[in-house]
């Protein structure tokens, strides 16, 4: 487990002028001047004639009261070779608090006990105006004087790189930053040789130095004139849709394209030229950010104990690192894969210094080591992540998909419940929605499970239903890479197949919004937005590698699999969701089982699970899940059009989204 050294970080912070003894000297001779020459009867004709005597009195004071600002806004935690827009901010704040402390020392004090301490308002006026503009301008100075340094360090580097003809495709907040880095440096491959954005009124000004030269529709004609070579797309904020439009333009020129990650993935906003990249799959799908409320994080997660089971998974290890930016009191990771853990733990050691966290080697389904971590940390928060979530997989192992998913779940929420937990949030999927496979099956109990301890315990229980996360652990886009990396034909099992997509982080942050959300009792359902074909898919991630599908990479058509689906079911639209205070959470009207119906289905998979009999299972997910369509093994699947009712079992009255 890591541990804080905040001792020695408050130690070296309250002592940086020892590590920057110039900066001190030369910001103490700027204050000093500038207060000076404010006296000068040249400047200030309210004064006069020069009063030496009196300025050299109060000179100490006040560059004090302005040294003291400074240091109270963290100007001194600013980086000047990257000060920028946003820093002078600090210098601004600092100069308003120290003019409005003199000002105040100048009306409240005595005139008589204190008359050496009462700067004129005049003097304070024009002092202000020249310390902080030179404080600022010396800032300045030195960030020309450094890049000016690098330039010619990097002299040789320039001459052996070859510098490609590049123009930017957005000349916003994105693509200022990202050009301003590829000026500043004299080792990069970029040789930018204009903007074009899609807002007319920018056309003939400039960024950074560098002209607009017309809209996305006039690149091929640029192309053509200025001999480009590549296109660099740095949009704020650009959903999947531009970014396609862009790059099919790209693809007819013909131009490589390249692009600026997010602001979101840019820590402090600053963008390294090492971080213009290749345009990918997760680009093209993507959307709006989401829009987290931050206050309400805050009091779910700040200063808690939170646990993460499955936290070396996909999902596990992105919640965790979610969590770990609300400073929790200390999180929890539950792992039962060694590695994973031990991957996960070396992770945040490195990205997450100062939050405490505890890697924990445990099996969700082992009671009594679940019992003891209970015990010993009394989490507040549970995320429960870990889980058998792969569909064909588990159609082989049906047993192991009832214990991992519906047993263990039981398990970590009856000890939530005991030891007192207050929130506890079930990571479910949407193929938990008239469920064909044995793992969304799983997921539907685990669902009904946890409604029914809701009903038993204080404990906060909600589950939260999203599709597909792009890149998961063996999802179809690695698999995909895999492929095209070996040169293989992509396999797709047919070629009308959609899927719900998101990111990883999209998924985990809406996970934390859910679990803010709850009070106890909910199916959360996310808003995957539009279906993705597969298809669509697959011929996308071959292009984007530089080759052409069915040329260079074939795609063949495998049929299919057992369990799967051509349509996955969200229900985010229609009278079977309640809507909640974020635009892409909804509740799921779905009706509770009584404590005796619960009993009466882990019952019966228990002694199925006991007997090891799959046949039993398949019958058992038929027999209580009247939405479910659970094939016999090596049978054809069946349908929701030529289901077979079910007379032997009569369920709860209402379902909600099962309901058709």
Same mark, same amino acid.
């Given at each position: 487990?890591?541990?804080?050294?905040?001792?020695?970080?408050?130690?070296?912070?309250?002592?940086?002028?020892?590590?920057?003894?110039?900066?001190?000297?030369?910001?103490?001779?700027?204050?000093?001047?500038?207060?000076?020459?404010?006296?000068?009867?040249?400047?200030?004709?309210?004064?006069?004639?020069?009063?030496?005597?009196?300025?050299?009195?109060?000179?100490?004071?006040?560059?004090?009261?302005?040294?003291?600002?400074?240091?109270?806004?963290?100007?001194?935690?600013?980086?000047?070779?990257?000060?920028?827009?946003?820093?002078?901010?600090?210098?601004?704040?600092?100069?308003?608090?120290?003019?409005?402390?003199?000002?105040?020392?100048?009306?409240?004090?005595?005139?008589?006990?204190?008359?050496?301490?009462?700067?004129?308002?005049?003097?304070?006026?024009?002092?202000?105006?020249?310390?902080?503009?030179?404080?600022?301008?010396?800032?300045?100075?030195?960030?020309?004087?450094?890049?000016?340094?690098?330039?010619?360090?990097?002299?040789?580097? @320039?001459?052996?790189?070859?510098?490609?003809?590049?123009?930017?495709?957005?000349?916003?907040?994105?693509?200022?930053?990202?050009?301003?880095?590829?000026?500043?440096?004299?080792?990069?491959?970029?040789?930018?040789?204009?903007?074009?954005?899609?807002?007319?009124?920018?056309?003939?000004?400039?960024?950074?130095?560098?002209?607009?030269?017309?809209?996305?529709?006039?690149?091929?004609?640029?192309?053509?004139?200025?001999?480009?070579?590549?296109?660099?797309?740095?949009?704020?904020?650009?959903?999947?849709?531009?970014?396609?439009?862009?790059?099919?333009?790209?693809?007819?020129?013909?131009?490589?394209?390249?692009?600026?990650?997010?602001?979101?993935?840019?820590?402090?906003?600053?963008?390294?030229?090492?971080?213009?990249?290749?345009?990918?799959?997760?680009?093209?799908?993507?959307?709006?950010?989401?829009?987290?409320?931050?206050?309400?994080?805050?009091?779910?997660?700040?200063?808690?104990?939170?646990?993460?089971?499955?936290?070396?998974?996909?999902?596990?290890?992105?919640?965790?690192?979610?969590?770990?930016?609300?400073?929790?009191?200390?999180?929890?990771?539950?792992?039962?894969?060694?590695?994973?853990?031990?991957?996960?733990?070396?992770?945040?050691?490195?990205?997450?210094p100062e939050t405490r966290f505890l890697p924990l080697l445990a099996d969700t389904g082992d009671a009594p080591r679940m019992r003891e971590i209970f015990a010993d940390y009394a989490p507040q928060v549970v995320f429960h992540a870990a889980a058998h979530k792969h569909v064909p997989l588990m159609e082989v192992n049906p047993t192991e998909a009832i214990k991992n998913n519906v047993f263990a779940?039981?398990?970590?929420?009856?000890?939530?419940?005991?030891?007192?937990?207050?929130?506890?949030?079930?990571?479910?999927?949407? @193929?938990?929605?008239?469920?064909?496979?044995?793992?969304?099956?799983?997921?539907?109990?685990?669902?009904?499970?946890?409604?029914?301890?809701?009903?038993?315990?204080?404990?906060?229980?909600?589950?939260?239903?999203?599709?597909?996360?792009?890149?998961?652990?063996?999802?179809?886009?690695?698999?995909?890479?895999?492929?095209?990396?070996?040169?293989?034909?992509?396999?797709?099992?047919?070629?009308?197949?959609?899927?719900?997509?998101?990111?990883?982080?999209?998924?985990?942050?809406?996970?934390?919004?859910?679990?803010?959300?709850? @009070?106890?009792?909910?199916?959360?359902?996310?808003?995957?937005?539009?279906?993705?074909?597969?298809?669509?898919?697959?011929?996308?991630?071959?292009?984007?590698?530089?080759?052409?599908?069915?040329?260079?990479?074939?795609?063949?058509?495998?049929?299919?699999?057992?369990?799967?689906?051509?349509?996955?079911?969200?229900?985010?639209?229609?009278?079977?969701?309640?809507? $909640?205070?974020?635009?892409?959470?909804?509740?799921?009207?779905?009706?509770?089982?009584?404590?005796?119906?619960?009993?009466?289905?882990?019952?019966?998979?228990?002694?199925?699970?006991?007997?090891?009999?799959?046949?039993?299972?398949?019958?058992?997910?038929?027999?209580?899940?009247?939405?479910? $369509?659970?094939?016999?093994?090596?049978?054809?699947?069946?349908?929701?059009?030529?289901?077979?009712?079910?007379?032997?079992? $009569?369920?709860? $009255?209402?379902?909600?989204?099962?309901?058709?």
């Open positions: 487990m890591n541990t804080n050294q905040p001792a020695k970080n408050n130690s070296e912070e309250r002592f940086w002028f020892l590590r920057r003894p110039v900066q001190f000297i030369a910001d103490i001779v700027i204050l000093s001047a500038a207060f000076l020459i404010a006296y000068l009867p040249s400047l200030n004709i309210q004064l006069g004639e020069f009063y030496f005597d009196t300025a050299i009195t109060q000179l100490p004071f006040v560059v004090f009261i302005q040294f003291s600002s400074l240091f109270l806004v963290g100007a001194y935690s600013i980086i000047w070779r990257y000060v920028s827009l946003e820093d002078i901010k600090a210098f601004l704040k600092a100069a308003l608090i120290s003019s409005v402390i003199l000002i105040a020392v100048r009306f409240l004090l005595s005139l008589t006990t204190f008359n050496l301490w009462q700067v004129p308002v005049s003097v304070i006026l024009i002092d202000t105006l020249l310390a902080f503009g030179g404080l600022l301008g010396l800032r300045v100075l030195r960030r020309f004087a450094y890049e000016l340094g690098e330039k010619r360090q990097y002299t040789g580097a @320039k001459r052996r790189i070859k510098q490609k003809a590049t123009l930017f495709v957005g000349a916003g907040r994105i693509g200022s930053i990202a050009v301003r880095d590829v000026l500043g440096r004299a080792d990069t491959e970029f040789e930018v040789r204009g903007f074009v954005d899609d807002d007319r009124r920018k056309k003939g000004g400039s960024v950074n130095g560098v002209k607009v030269l017309g809209t996305t529709a006039d690149l091929a004609r640029l192309v053509d004139e200025l001999n480009i070579e590549q296109i660099v797309i740095a949009i704020d904020q650009a959903q999947g849709k531009e970014i396609r439009r862009i790059l099919d333009i790209c693809r007819e020129i013909p131009v490589k394209a390249r692009i600026v990650p997010s602001l979101h993935e840019i820590v402090h906003g600053r963008v390294q030229v090492s971080r213009i990249r290749d345009v990918e799959i997760e680009d093209l799908l993507g959307r709006e950010p989401v829009q987290l409320d931050d206050k309400n994080l805050h009091e779910f997660l700040t200063d808690k104990i939170v646990m993460v089971t499955g936290a070396g998974g996909s999902i596990g290890s992105e919640l965790v690192r979610q969590v770990a930016e609300f400073n929790p009191k200390l999180i929890l990771l539950v792992e039962r894969a060694e590695y994973m853990l031990f991957q996960i733990e070396r992770e945040l050691t490195k990205d997450f779940t039981k398990i970590i929420g009856e000890l939530a419940g005991e030891f007192g937990v207050k929130d506890f949030v079930l990571i479910s999927t949407d @193929k938990a929605v008239n469920p064909t496979s044995v793992m969304g099956a799983s997921k539907r109990i685990a669902e009904i499970v946890l409604q029914s301890l809701n009903q038993k315990y204080k404990t906060n229980f909600m589950a939260v239903r999203f599709g597909n996360v792009l890149g998961s652990a063996g999802s179809v886009v690695p698999i995909f890479r895999e492929q095209i990396r070996k040169s293989e034909p992509i396999t797709v099992t047919h070629k009308e197949m959609t899927r719900y997509f998101m990111t990883i982080p999209e998924a985990s942050q809406l996970v934390l919004q859910a679990g803010a959300l709850g @009070k106890g009792g909910e199916i959360f359902i996310l808003d995957m937005g539009e279906p993705v074909k597969i298809m669509d898919l697959a011929e996308d991630m071959i292009r984007l590698s530089g080759l052409e599908p069915y040329e260079d990479i074939d795609i063949i058509f495998t049929g299919i699999r057992n369990g799967e689906k051509l349509f996955e079911e969200l229900e985010i639209t229609g009278e079977n969701l309640l809507k $909640t205070e974020h635009p892409k959470i909804f509740i799921g009207k779905i009706a509770t089982y009584t404590p005796e119906e619960v009993g009466n289905i882990l019952s019966n998979f228990q002694t199925a699970v006991s007997e090891n009999s799959e046949a039993k299972i398949r019958t058992l997910f038929n027999h209580f899940l009247p939405e479910a $369509t659970i094939t016999e093994k090596d049978k054809p699947e069946e349908t929701p059009s030529n289901k077979t009712e079910k007379n032997f079992y $009569t369920p709860p $009255t209402k379902f909600g989204l099962a309901e058709k």
